[in-house]
Nanobody
Framework: QVQLVESGGGLVQAGGSLRLSCAAS????????MGWYRQAPGKQRELVAR???????NYADSVKGRFTIVRDNAKNTVYLQMNNLKPEDTAVYYC?????????WGQGTQVTVSS
């Protein structure tokens, strides 16, 4: 069964931290790039961070230095550590797996940052 299950969202004050987790089916995790995207109300979904199977990462400019993406290949899980959160980080965060030619999405987890 192919699935991505996110957890870890919630409400936090500005300056706080959250860690998102995405547990993936082994068939879509192993050997594939994983990413986190987010979508705020009225805005397009955007890439937050991405990590390749080899561990190379890239980040949106808006989160560089604050967010860190890591993958645990033994657990088929990718994490997004979010520090120094800002109100503009408020969005639904989605886990993403690229299994060329397909793309898989999780159900999303809400992150709300209060000022």
């Amino acid at each position: 069964q192919v699935q991505l299950v996110e957890s870890g969202g919630g409400l936090v004050q500005a300056g706080g931290s959250l860690r998102l987790s995405c547990a993936a089916s082994r068939v879509i995790f192993s050997g594939n790039a994983m990413g986190w995207y987010r979508q705020a109300p009225g805005k397009q979904r955007e890439l937050v961070a991405r990590i390749t199977s080899g561990g190379s990462t890239n980040y949106a400019d808006s989160v560089k230095g604050r967010f860190t993406i890591v993958r645990d290949n033994a657990k088929n899980t990718v994490y997004l550590q979010m520090n120094n959160l800002k109100p503009e980080d408020t969005a639904v965060y989605y886990c993403n797996a690229q299994v060329i030619p397909k793309t898989y999405w999780g159900q999303g987890t809400q992150v709300t940052v209060s000022s």
